[in-house]
Every structure is written in C-alpha cells, then in structure tokens.
C-alpha cells in the first residue's frame, strides 16, 4: 500500500489512523533517509497511542520506553543508524518487551525482521526525493531548487509481513482510504509465511 501525503498534518493524521490498528506485539520497522520524516512520524504515533514522555531521534541512546498513560502498550522507540549488525541490536534484549509493547526501530531494515516474522515495514520517502531521480536528466531541474527541499509531501510505503499483517492491512487501508485528503493506492498484499504461500500456489 502507498500512501500520498501532502503535508506534515496529513502526517500526523496518518500516524493517528495507523495507530488505532496496532496492538502490543506489533513491530514497525522505518525506513528513510535522513530528514524523511521517520522521528515525526514516531512522534505522531506516540501522541496518538497517549504515551509519555517528549519522542525525539534515540540515536545516541539507541532505545527509550515510552509508558501508556491510558494503560495500553508502551512504545519502544529504537534507532538502529549506529548498530553494525543484528547481534548488537538482539544484545538491546529487546524480544523480552516486544510482546507487551508496540516497537518502532528506525534504520532497522535489514536487522530487526529478526525480531519477528509478523512485522510492518514502513519506508518514508520524501517527493522531493522522487523528483530527483525521475529528472536528473531534465536540464531545466536544479538540485538546489529551495522549494524542493522544503516540500512537506511524503509517500509512505506500508508492506506487511506475516500471516497476521495479511488479515490486518486491508482494514488499515480502508481506514487510511477514508482519511480527507489522502489518496492511497493499493499494492501486493502482505507477505505470507512460506507454507501459506505454498499452499496459494497449490490452490491457482
């Protein structure tokens, strides 16, 4: 599913749809470069999961714990940037809260599907970013246009992985689908284990 954002409010309106689907357990791993917007987004799900504490870049203390104030799952917020492999990010001991708390790791592809089989990986890309590949041959576009790099727009990538992500999706699509504003497109559904997709082969 990709999902078209106009502004940073379209962001936090984004966020806030999402995490009305999400439950203890769930791991979101975030991918975008710098300045994609991976932090606003995590602080637009911590505010709208009621969590405490301010949700700023974890990159020098690598993972902060953000309690419930309404009793729900806490949120762990990881930033993998400076670990050199999965072993150090499996040292951090997060499996012993993943169940009881929805974990965000950004720079955690490639790392934290260790974590879990059934996860939501979630890439933030700014248009801006887009504009420069799909015109680096255009002579008329300026790597320095201003007005590029303050754009707001966002597309945001939503692939789940795991049997339970197949169920969830559609209904987090159809919600995001209903938000003002935002337009959404559908993509290939999520990854299913590889016996389930085994036996979808079997079945076609």
């Not at 999400?22 to 791991?27: E, I, K, P, S, Y």
């Not at 300045?35 to 949700?55: E, M, N, P, Y």
Request: charged fraction near 30%; glycine fraction near 8%; hydrophobic fraction near 40%.
């Amino acid at each position: 599913m990709r999902v078209h954002l106009e502004s940073l409010e379209q962001m936090r309106t984004f966020a806030a749809a999402l995490a009305e689907h999400l439950r203890a357990g769930d791991l979101l791993i975030l991918t975008g470069n710098l300045g994609a917007g991976k932090t606003t987004f995590t602080q637009s799900l911590g505010k709208a999961l009621d969590v405490a504490g301010r949700i700023t870049s974890p990159t020098f203390v690598i993972a902060r714990e953000h309690l419930s104030r309404m009793g729900g799952p806490a949120l762990v917020h990881v930033d993998a940037y400076r670990l050199a492999d999965g072993e150090e990010l499996e040292d951090l001991d997060l499996d012993s809260e993943l169940d009881e708390s929805i974990t965000v790791v950004e720079w955690g592809a490639g790392m934290a599907e260790q974590l879990s089989s059934d996860h939501l990986d979630i890439t933030i890309t700014p248009v801006w970013d887009e504009d420069a590949e799909n015109s680096e041959d255009d002579e008329s576009f300026d790597a320095n246009d201003e007005d590029e790099l303050e754009d707001e727009r966002r597309t945001v990538d939503l692939t789940g992985h795991g049997a339970d992500w197949a169920e969830r999706l559609p209904k987090v699509q159809g919600a995001i689908s209903a938000l003002e504003g935002i337009r959404v497109e559908a993509t290939a559904s999520a990854d299913l284990p590889a016996e389930d997709s085994a036996n979808e082969g079997e079945e076609s």
